[in-house]
């Protein structure tokens, strides 16, 4: 996905507006978005300039993070989302509650459909995604199940 499309995306975010009417019943999300933030240091993104951090929270309060790692041949590039999910699998995780998804840019970006499809594997419906719109927005808050509703699931492939 490119900067372009990333902003697209973006625009049409801000377009359909998903912030949910419950937001004071969410967990505070600043902590886990300021480590989205803060692993964006570590991003390898030579092509795109476009860094991304995402911090992924386990049933037990554990958190995980992953940045966007760019190869040349882009299939090979790992999202932020990815890294932080194979990180927090790799650790003995498999419950997860809370994701947040913040880019350099404070542009709300959401995880791509790839992503989307990697999470609903080990996440259920109700995962809070929290995107980091930059400090005088707020976050843009989804379901997992908003971003991806129908998903490929064990049950579509029997």
Do not use: W
Request: glycine share 6%; aromatic share 6%; with cysteine.
């Amino acid at each position: 996905m490119t900067s372009d499309d990333r902003e697209d995306d973006a625009d049409r975010n801000h377009d359909n507006d998903h912030d949910h009417d419950n937001d004071h019943d969410l967990p505070d999300p600043h902590n886990l978005i300021a480590a989205a933030r803060d692993i964006q240091s570590a991003a390898h993104v030579p092509y795109s300039e476009y860094r991304v951090g995402a911090a992924l929270e386990t049933a037990d309060g554990e958190v995980f993070v992953g940045c966007n790692l760019e190869n040349a041949n882009f299939s090979n590039s790992l999202h932020a989302e990815e890294v932080a999910i194979a990180e927090a699998v790799k650790n003995g995780h498999r419950e997860f509650t809370r994701l947040a998804v913040s880019s350099d840019r404070r542009d709300g970006v959401t995880p791509c459909g790839m992503c989307r499809q990697t999470l609903s594997e080990f996440c259920e419906d109700d995962l809070i995604v929290f995107c980091d719109e930059g400090e005088d927005e707020g976050p843009t808050v989804y379901t997992l199940g908003d971003l991806l509703p129908n998903t490929i699931s064990e049950e579509t492939l029997e």
